[in-house]
């Protein structure tokens, strides 16, 4: 058995490799530049630094691997697109220049049809890790107040429609205000920002897309996303159930619980009859 990861930033293609190897997978790695983590190289049987917009290189060492399943792992930070010091082979320039408009899906359909016009399946992350999905309930010692979860709530309907419009999938809010919305700069900066508004207290919702594609940019939280609420004094993390990924989750759990932070999985059955 043989998976390839294409790998971005953040925690999850290295739990993904680890995953992958644990059940006797062959590893190949494509390591985005300046993204991905160093540490993959010891986790992958194959290894290769690939520059960001250079798709006929990513596409030619996938081949040479014999790769026909990947999986898309990590965040890549549609900033970059706008920053000079990207340069895109021709085979990006074409693909781009195809493209209705650049929205996250729209980019990330476009390249996974590229991909298996040349015989490489994008794998549902979910279905390939499914003990990395969020749980439905409460899972920290502290639970959400009733004014919470009337915050959860609203944050909920927030981010389902900021997701349908593929703006993003991150909401701060607090006391049915909306403190943040996350865009172009991610999710932790959204709870900086949200967290200065809140002075504390601040509710994060983040939450699937309406018609979430779950082999690209599935929802995920990890330490460094708890890290950052601790940073901006929020209070409660909600987080779609089922259709979200929660890195090493009894460190999170631990780390919640030590900073007296709220962790809950929601779905629309967990949220009924809340006023």
């Known amino acids: 058995m043989q998976i390839g990861i294409i790998a971005g930033a953040g925690e999850l293609p290295l739990v993904i490799a680890q995953d992958a190897r644990s059940r006797g997978y062959r590893v190949v790695t494509a390591a985005l530049e300046h993204l991905a983590s160093p540490d993959l190289e010891a986790l992958s049987d194959r290894f290769r630094w690939i520059s960001v917009g250079k798709l006929g290189a990513l596409i030619d060492y996938l081949k040479a691997e014999q790769v026909t399943e990947a999986i898309m792992a990590g965040k890549v930070p549609k900033a970059l697109l706008f920053k000079a010091k990207i340069v895109p082979d021709m085979r990006a320039v074409?693909?781009?220049?195809?493209?209705?408009?650049?929205?996250?899906?729209?980019?990330?359909?476009?390249?996974?049809?590229?991909?298996?016009?040349?015989?490489?399946?994008?794998?549902?992350?979910?279905?390939?890790?499914?003990?990395?999905?969020?749980?439905?309930?409460?899972?920290?010692?502290?639970?959400?107040?009733?004014?919470?979860?009337?915050?959860?709530l609203f944050g909920w309907t927030i981010a389902k429609g900021i997701g349908s419009m593929d703006i993003g999938q991150t909401v701060v809010v607090k006391g049915k205000a909306v403190m943040a919305v996350e865009a172009i700069e991610g999710t932790d900066e959204a709870i900086l920002r949200g967290g200065s508004y809140a002075n504390g207290g601040a509710i994060v919702v983040k939450v699937s897309k309406p018609h979430q594609d779950m082999r690209l940019d599935v929802p995920a939280i990890g330490l460094m996303t708890l890290e950052t609420m601790i940073r901006a004094g929020a209070r409660v993390l909600a987080l779609e159930a089922g259709k979200s990924i929660i890195i090493d989750r009894q460190k999170m759990i631990a780390r919640a619980d030590e900073a007296g932070i709220t962790m809950v999985g929601i779905t629309p059955e967990v949220l009924e009859g809340i006023g």
């Open 94 to 152: 074409k693909l781009l220049f195809s493209m209705k408009d650049r929205t996250d899906d729209g980019i990330l359909r476009a390249l996974t049809g590229e991909l298996q016009r040349e015989g490489i399946r994008i794998v549902d992350t979910a279905a390939f890790s499914p003990d990395l999905l969020m749980p439905s309930g409460v899972i920290t010692r502290n639970r959400p107040s009733q004014d919470e979860w009337k915050d959860i």
